[in-house]
């Protein structure tokens, strides 16, 4: 049967002990080693690592998208998150959209005012 393999792959000759993979794995110079790959978030000023988003910034976003979800859920409770209709977020103190923009989607009205990272829809996009 091995006759078959013309390639013969490397194999450790002996096995590794579970102390010596925990050691290698937890050792003090891998748990030692700086972050240095921190930035600074340029809406909120919070130190955050550069290949993730700012903690404060999501949680501000992710507050506002379940209210959202919360709603749309109110509406229609038995579709689940997949709604029939789009959804156009009118939030408090603006003027009246155009039909035009709205066509047809759920008009869904919030009691906040829109912050402004909350891109409004307009018809130039
Ligand atoms: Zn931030």
Request: aromatic letters at 10%.
């Amino acid at each position: 049967m091995i006759e078959d393999f013309s390639i013969v792959f490397g194999v450790p000759k002996y096995r590794t002990s579970k102390p010596k993979k925990v050691t290698r794995k937890f050792s003090f110079t891998r748990l030692l080693q700086p972050i240095d790959n921190l930035v600074t978030c340029p809406t909120c000023s919070n130190i955050h690592p550069s290949d993730t988003i700012c903690d404060s910034c999501y949680a501000k976003i992710h507050e506002l998208t379940s209210e959202i979800k919360r709603k749309m859920m109110e509406y229609n409770p038995y579709v689940g998150e997949k709604q029939d209709k789009e959804v156009y977020v009118k939030f408090k103190g603006e003027q009246e959209t155009p039909a035009d923009v709205v066509k047809g989607k759920r008009v869904l009205e919030m009691e906040k005012e829109r912050p402004t990272w909350f891109k409004k829809l307009t018809l130039k996009e």
